[in-house]
């Protein structure tokens, strides 16, 4: 079992000294860190040149998609392709095809020497069998479908120590953007409080948590949390 800590750029205010910071805390506790994608990618090559671990992520939707390829492949990162949601895409973007997945991960396969991530959500029945015929990591999101691929397993899961009505205020759009979210918060967020460890296990080869307070206490400890299974 491995575990990682992921991080949204705009949740730091696109500030590269702190991601810098807590790269180096990641890094240090997990297996990986994840950069999830947004409206600003990561750029930046001298910020890149000093992330340790990381998993960057591409929305395939994006105009810019095999450009990302281009330069995150030159690094020694795992990468993380995804459909791409429409919250973070522009109208145009929004209206290609699902299919639109396959021509990035196929680019990916043949510029990528690490592994390759592939999100779920949406296309399962589109990348099912590229991931299968190419040993890829089915990337899910925790309460959305639990992949029926034959492959390794990676869940992505924001966390806090106690959910209130901060934190569901903070992660009402993510929650509205789930499809089977109807005020059913604990199905899609984790309470370290009161936490299924022993499940989320057994059914995954990768847990990414990402920290909804963003506290360095909380990263450090969340993979603690699973040590006494």
Known sequence: MKYGIATKLSKINND?????????????????HVIDAEL???????????????VLTIQSKRKDAFELLELYSSYDFDICVVLGNNFYLSEEESKLKRDTILKVIN?????CSNKIW???????DIVKNV?????????YVYGGKHPHINSKKAVYAPFANTID?????????????????????NDFILSLDNL??????????????YPINNDANEIVNFRKYFNDI
Do not use: H, Q
């Not at 680019?107 to 510029?111: T, V």
């Not at 592939?118 to 399962?124: A, D, F, L, R, S």
């Open 165 to 185: 009505k901060e934190i569901l205020e903070s992660m009402k759009n993510y929650l509205n953007r789930r499809k089977k979210y109807n005020g059913n918060y």
């Open 16 to 32: 590269y000294s702190k991601l810098l910071e807590l790269n180096k805390t990641i890094s240090s506790n997990f297996d990986y």
């Open 131 to 139: 991931i299968e015929e190419n040993d890829l990591i089915a990337y």
């Open 40 to 54: 600003l990618p990561l750029t930046d090559e001298n910020i890149l040149n000093n992330l340790k671990k990381c």
């Open 196 to 209: 299924t460890k022993k499940e989320l296990k057994n059914k995954n080869d990768i847990i990414i948590g």
């Open 118 to 124: 592939i999100g779920t959500e949406g296309v399962e």
């Open 107 to 111: 680019k990916a396969l043949d510029r």
